[in-house]
């Protein structure tokens, strides 16, 4: 009797409902693994456009990129959060952003489970594209040519940001 409960214990943990879980594929990764990275604020695309300044849905919503040297977060020095333009999550600090030069808002590493990654496969390219783990909101593209100590580059639209200085 004792191995049948045993063998029991074992089939309930192989139950039909922990099968169908881990068969469900993961739409969305958080960068540092802490979440799954599922958007937790859904709204509908009239919502978003009414909310949202033209540039920022373009930017969040259709995933546009803002020309090179046009956002006055590159010159952004002081210390302080970035939080998702869209829906306020903190996705970075400016202990993580760096200069570039790439002509976009940089950063090294995110605030822990606030952004998510796909594949971007658009433009004839694969590349890693970052959102808000929040929103989904598009924020940009994280590339493995950045500094130490994490190797990244977040690569980000300012528009898709909104900072908020230290008091
Ligand atoms: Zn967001």
């Known amino acids: 009797m004792a191995t049948n409960s045993i063998l029991d214990g074992i089939k309930g943990i192989f139950a039909p409902e922990a099968d169908a879980r881990a068969a469900t594929p993961a739409a969305l990764d958080t960068v540092d693994g802490t979440g799954d990275g599922t958007p937790v604020v859904v709204k509908s695309d009239a919502d978003w456009r009414a909310e949202l300044a033209p540039d920022q849905y373009r930017v969040l919503r259709e995933h546009a990129t803002e020309r090179p040297g046009t956002s006055p977060l590159n010159r ?3 210390g302080g959060v970035f939080d ?3 829906c306020g999550n903190p996705v970075y600090t400016s202990e993580t952003k ?3 030069g790439s002509g976009w808002p940089s950063f090294f590493a995110p605030i822990p489970g606030a952004v ?3 594949v971007d496969r658009s433009l004839g390219m694969v590349r ?3 959102h808000c783990a929040n929103c989904g909101g598009h924020l940009g593209h994280v590339f493995d040519d950045g500094p130490r100590p994490t190797g990244q580059r977040h690569c980000i639209n300012g528009v898709a940001l909104d900072f908020k200085p230290e008091a």
């Open 76 to 78: 952004e020095k002081r």
């Open 84 to 86: 998702c333009a869209a």
């Open 98 to 100: 760096y200069e570039s």
């Open 116 to 118: 998510a990654t796909t």
């Open 128 to 130: 890693t594209e970052v």
